[in-house]
């Protein structure tokens, strides 16, 4: 009788581990469903059931950014695997965990804990979760500006993601690497990779695997200076977000059209759709996007001359930078606020605003927005004659840009130098910033063939990998799977060919949802496969068909 007790609530937690795991579209329901299912595994001490459920708490706190509560959930979860000697939930948990150290910018524990999750997928036998690790520490290369280290990591990934036939593997590996070559400006690279990864989810039914491909071309071709290729790029991303009803994709989707739109000048739909994004974003708890949105917003009634309006949403904007702690979203809401104060405020509140922000970005180490800054206040000073304080300004921002990489910057100050010096009569100095100008855009130019020869020389050392890693790669993966088929084919002959290839992906030890996501199809036909493959291969009740296909092959 206690048995039977026992029972129901292991099911009612393994079915609710089952549900939350699939709510990846919705980070809050999935945490929900998990909180339920550890409250019911700890009432009956189900380890494995306790574990799983901590573990998918962890990711939906991580996709909620909810970064403390994501480390604690995890490191529980890890604890819990470890204790099982779970090889496959190790690597899980070290790659989720890794994935929290990255949001903190813990890059040193980023690459520890992903290569444990390696070496536990290893141990497993596990070549999904492989790819997984390697994908993120070619991500985390990547970040640290190793782009040949990071390409590796991402062909070694797509080698065995193709070896296993997983679908979703090898457009996450065409993604990464279309990341590296759009970096290193090897544009139609990144296009062949991502038209690579189109073609692959043609009869793939994740289409949100297509939805996040358009994305990536429409910011390539972006790079490439091709705006209405991109923009037909993110409506069609956009219109498959929508059908998906995947409110992340959709708040991310419709802000880049918004910005494509407003330097189209078409303002007013720009406008609505920006508004829309922020909309969204707050809905599904998304407040990085929410301040991009309205940050947009701010920028486009400033454009339009709704001081009044363009105010109001700057406060929002601020008021939401409260909540989070991340330079690269909060620095353009303090350029922004600076530019409404130069714009519309008297000028010595102006001037303060623009003191206030200049040190709060460098204490941040943001030399990029600071020598904005220079030059849109000695832009407003030059517009109200102040010459002389306009040239003040030009010339803070010629030294920061000197110090760095800003060498557009450092052309286009010399230029406006040039013109302030002109009107004043001071045409000496006036012409020395002219000459300046013209000598930097000669070694900009210079710097541009150098690139071009960097380029070409980089081109041909990743065709090198490539050919190391994608097309010697077929030579070892393929007479495994003929041994096995021809294993499979000796205890039954009426195996279909989709059945066969379950047969190798759980031989490889990966779950039935990532089976269904590798061959494009629902959780409910893989199981009804499974029960298909036990039949045809008589497998005893007691036995898992992973365990009955390795002893297959050990004993072949």
């Known amino acids: 009788m206690a048995s039977q007790s026992g029972d129901i609530p292991s099911s009612r937690s393994k079915n609710n581990i089952e549900a939350a795991d699939l709510m990846d579209i919705d980070p809050r329901r999935s945490l929900e469903l998990a909180r339920r299912a550890e409250e019911e595994a700890e009432a009956i001490a189900d380890e494995s059931n306790l574990a799983q459920a901590r573990l998918i708490q962890g990711i939906a706190h991580l996709n909620l950014h909810q970064l403390e509560f994501a480390e604690q959930k995890l490191f529980k979860a890890r604890g819990g695997f470890e204790a099982l000697n779970d090889r496959e939930y190790i690597s899980r948990c070290c790659h989720a965990l890794a994935g929290v150290k990255r949001v903190k910018g813990e890059l040193d524990s980023v690459r520890e804990l992903e290569e444990q999750a390696l070496s536990a997928a290893r141990q497993a036998g596990h070549f999904y979760l492989q790819c997984v690790a390697l994908q993120g520490l070619g991500m985390l290369a990547y970040r640290e500006g190793r782009m040949q280290e990071a390409l590796t990591f991402h062909l070694r990934s797509l080698a065995i993601a193709r070896s296993i036939n997983d679908k979703s593997a090898q457009v996450s590996g065409l993604q990464n690497i279309a990341a590296v070559y759009n970096h290193c400006g090897l544009l139609d690279r990144a296009l062949d990779s991502l038209v690579e990864a189109r073609n692959l989810l043609q009869n793939f039914h994740n289409v949100s695997f297509q939805a996040y491909v358009f994305n990536l071309m429409g910011n390539t071709y972006l790079n490439q200076g091709r705006p209405s290729l991109a923009l037909d790029c993110y409506r069609s991303a956009l219109e498959i977000f929508e059908r998906l009803d995947n409110p992340f994709g959709i708040a991310d989707t419709t802000a880049e059209i918004a910005a494509l739109l407003k330097d189209a000048g078409d303002t007013e739909q720009a406008l609505s759709l920006a508004r829309q994004s922020a909309a969204i974003a707050q809905d599904c708890g998304n407040e990085r996007k929410r301040i991009e949105a309205m940050s947009l917003s701010c920028a486009i009634l400033m454009e339009g001359g709704d001081s009044e309006a363009a105010g109001a949403q700057l406060v929002h ?240």
């Open 317 to 556: 904007c601020l008021d939401a930078c409260l909540t989070i702690d991340d330079i690269t979203t909060v620095n353009p809401v303090k350029l922004l606020q600076a530019r409404f104060y130069v714009r519309y405020e008297s000028p010595r509140r102006a001037q303060n605003m623009v003191s206030e922000t200049i040190d709060h970005f460098q204490q941040t180490d943001d030399v990029w927005h600071a020598i904005q800054l220079h030059i849109d206040y000695a832009a407003v000073l030059e517009q109200r004659r102040q010459r002389l304080q306009s040239i003040r300004e030009l010339e803070k921002a010629l030294k920061l840009a000197q110090k760095g990489p800003y060498r557009e910057a450092l052309i286009d100050v010399h230029k406006r130098l040039h013109t302030v010096l002109k009107s004043m009569g001071k045409t000496e100095e006036a012409a020395r910033h002219l000459e300046a100008a013209f000598a930097s855009q000669s070694e900009a130019a210079a710097l541009e063939r150098k690139t071009l020869m960097d380029r070409s020389l980089l081109r041909q050392e990743f065709q090198t990998l490539e050919i190391r890693y994608l097309k010697d790669s077929d030579a070892v993966w393929q007479p495994r799977d003929e041994r096995l088929r021809a294993l499979l084919n000796q205890h039954s002959t009426s195996l279909t060919p989709t059945e066969e290839k379950v047969c190798l992906m759980i031989h490889d030890k990966l779950q039935s949802k990532e089976i269904a996501a590798a061959l494009g199809t629902s959780y409910r036909t893989i199981e009804w496969h499974r029960r298909n493959i036990r039949r045809k291969l008589a497998i005893p009740p007691q036995q898992t068909i992973q365990s009955f296909l390795l002893a297959m092959t050990e004993a072949g």
